[in-house]
């Protein structure tokens, strides 16, 4: 645990009020505050929604009830120093060093954090009189959506900031990303918004505080995990919007960014305003907005993201999930481009067909894709490097991650560039040339000559610009060195003066001083030696003095190393600012290099898992052969087992396979694998990735609907049977001929006939309203009568085999329903106890016997592990009493007179 510093500067404490407003306290209140408190209270006043953290010296200090939540989130050490109305004022800090450490942590937690800085060096402070203070500002708001430091950012990850507008039957969306200026629009209906946000799974949302959608923007911030923040109304202003966006991007007006709707420029304007706030007005390093045509990208529900696992398994991490799965770039660029694109899949032929291409040269070339991998290994994050040097917050390892970028983008250019890539590569290979880039191609040139190998993570600490680049700061270095070799003589000289081996030592207190042992100091203190060497300050093993010739020594070391550090600092904000002068070209090539690195990374990943460019066509099919799925195929194989793969035919016309494909077999055998396999196809391939299987033709699909898995909704009140239905409801809303659903056991949550009926009636909904593709997996043997009566169904089943007793699940696919369900087998093999698994097994042998009514529990024994006979008949009581041997031939035809009477009055029972 970090432990609270105590007071640190020595200022004082007293009179310390609660951290309202000081216009909200009373004028009794303010007349005991100090410089201090006064300069504490105004900046927290201007951020009451966030946790203070107050640079003084070496920590981030925190006060009152900011200290006692930060305490609670960081297991942090909370102490209380000092007074206010007779209570203890609480405090707790975190080092400055470490502050990212726990900032991250913070906003995790959910916390804004506004950081108060020193702004003024004490000496300055110092000339203003003895009781001035060093001035202190609010330098920045840190929140969820506004992270660019490389220690709060996951590096894959997008980090998106969302403002969301909603005029009537007008919705907005204004979103970007703080840490790579990337900024788009996007204007659709209100219905619409639930899946866009969670497309962009943004950290934060904005919303006015008046807008009247409030319920909806609510549930779409749950559903997406987004941090909501909700901003006065006259921020989502569209005349506001405009003139905030005019005079961020210097312009007169937007026309040349795109034809914005009102909604939109509300956005904007709500996501600029928030930006500068964040950034204590500074200017947004944002690109110019970009505008996405509202429905350029496959619809994908809450429910559906959360059943086919695209970005996130159920268990929450990346890992089993479908980027997981398929992911193998090597920049974080790449990783969040290759995201963006799976959560987004295209409904443009051409663009899907220009990433598909740039996957098939690199699979033809594959020397070429092995020179750029092994170009892009190591190179950095350059969108994320030249944002934290554009708003003053990088380092000398950005200016080399800026610097290794470009370089190997020339390269890149260079071994590429006579392969005759596809257009999409070819453009990209266009923007890494330096040729028609003269200032940042000398840019380049001076970052090579002047970085060290070896550099700090912070400027300041210096040390990270070679000899010989800039004379100045040679100079100040060689005065700087040239002091410290003083230093070595000086200790010499003492040495001789006193005949003592006496030491120069330097500490921040004393400064540089003679460090002698209590025998040495003895002489020290003596005549004549007393008069030079003054006696500062006694220890338990050593005693320590100063002379008139340190002192003066300290200061101009002091000095020199201050001049040299400055200089040092000077050329870094010379090369940080020749970067932001470059920054539209310099994110050109960083989302080029992201273009290259998705395009590659596709082609290992096609050729790991023999995957094959999908086939697009303009009709409503999906014919796929021998397809797999991604997530559960890599499982197996890493557990040195093989997917069984199988074939689908499915055509929302009919023509070319089934409309509504009804699966049915036991639990166990894959029917829900072979359901989301067939969703993470089309999937795969509108996101412009090869796709696992042999071959697949497919007609794109606007919208993708998965109903598979259960689970409640106890946080609104819903079962698991109304979270069913809820989300079927929308499926049989909004699926049109051009989506693909999937649904899985539609109707199992109530009584078996409810159920049954249920199932039935979406059933017959789906191929006759709805008329999309559809594939339906059940247990009700009922529905798979359906083919005979609905024109564009038909039937397939999960292939089981019973061996010696146990079930052998075999994996495939095949047309025809289902015999059974084999469900007592299933219970069998996931360890029910024997008992229980032969008194179902009779159960289940007097219902499928049409006996159900008539079943009696008790006429089984719960306790016996095998079956109680059922009571004999009365044909059966009389054979048991018959000797056929004994009998004559008269008895024997009496006895079958009496068999047939027995028969007649139901005897058999």
Known sequence: MICACPWRGGAAIGGMSDPSPPQMASSAAQAKRTPFLEQYFAAKARHPEALLFFRMGDFYELFFEDAEKAAAALDITLTKRGSHDGDPIAMAGVPWRQAEIYLARLIRAGFKVAVCEQVEDPAEARKRGGKAIVRREVTRLVTAGTLTEEGLLEARTANCLAALVVRGEEAALAFADISTGAFHTLACAPGALSEEILALSPSELLAGEEDGARKAILAAAEMAGAVLTLRPGSKADPRYGARRACAVFEVAGLDAFGDFTEAELAAIGLLIDYVELTQAGAAPRLEPPKRLAGREAMAIDAATRISLELERSTRGGREGSLLHAIDRTLTPGGARLLSERLARPSLDRTEITARLAGIAFFLAEEGACQQLRTLLKGMGDPARALT???????????????????????????????????????????QLSLVEKPVLAAWLAQIGQALEAD??????????????????????????????????????????????????RHNAVLGYHVDATPKQAEALMSPPLNSQFAHRQSLAGSIRFTTPELAELDAKIARAGEQALARELAVFRDFAAAAAG???????????????????????????????????????????????HPVVARALDKAGKTFTPNDVRLDADGQLGPRLLLVTGPNMAGKSTYLRQIALLAILAQAGCYVPARRLKLGLADRVFSRVGASDDLARGRSTFMTEMVETAAILHQAGPKALVILDEIGRGTATYDGLAIAWACAEHLHDVNGCRAVFATHYHELTILPERLAAAANANLRAKEWKGDLVFLHEVQSGAADRSYGVQVAKLAGVPKRVVERARAVLARLEAGQSGRVDPHSLSLFSAEPAAPEPSAIEAMLAGVEPDSLTPREALDALYRLKALLKAGGAN
């Not at 800026?402 to 590569?425: D, N, S």
């Not at 920054?583 to 094959?612: F, N, P």
């Not at 086939?615 to 796929?624: F, K």
């Open 388 to 430: 934290r040097l554009a708003l003053g917050r990088g380092g000398p390892r950005d200016l080399a991650s800026l610097a290794a970028a470009l370089a190997a983008g020339e390269q890149i250019r260079a071994r590429l560039a006579l392969a005759k890539p596809p257009a999409e590569l070819a453009a990209a290979l266009d």
């Open 455 to 504: 550099l700090p993570v912070l400027a300041r600490d210096g040390g990270f610009i070679q000899a010989g680049f800039d004379p100045a700061l040679d100079e100040a270095r060689g005065l700087r060195d040239d002091s410290r070799r003083v230093v070595a003589a000086l200790q010499a000289s003492y040495g001789q003066i006193t005949g003592l081996p006496v030491k120069i």
């Open 582 to 628: 470059n920054e539209r070209a310099i994110r050109a090539i960083a989302q080029a290099l992201a273009v290259l690195d998705v395009a590659s990374a596709g082609a290992i990943w096609a050729q790991e898992t023999e995957a094959v460019a999908p086939e697009l066509s303009t009709g409503n099919e999906l014919l796929a052969e021998g397809a797999r």
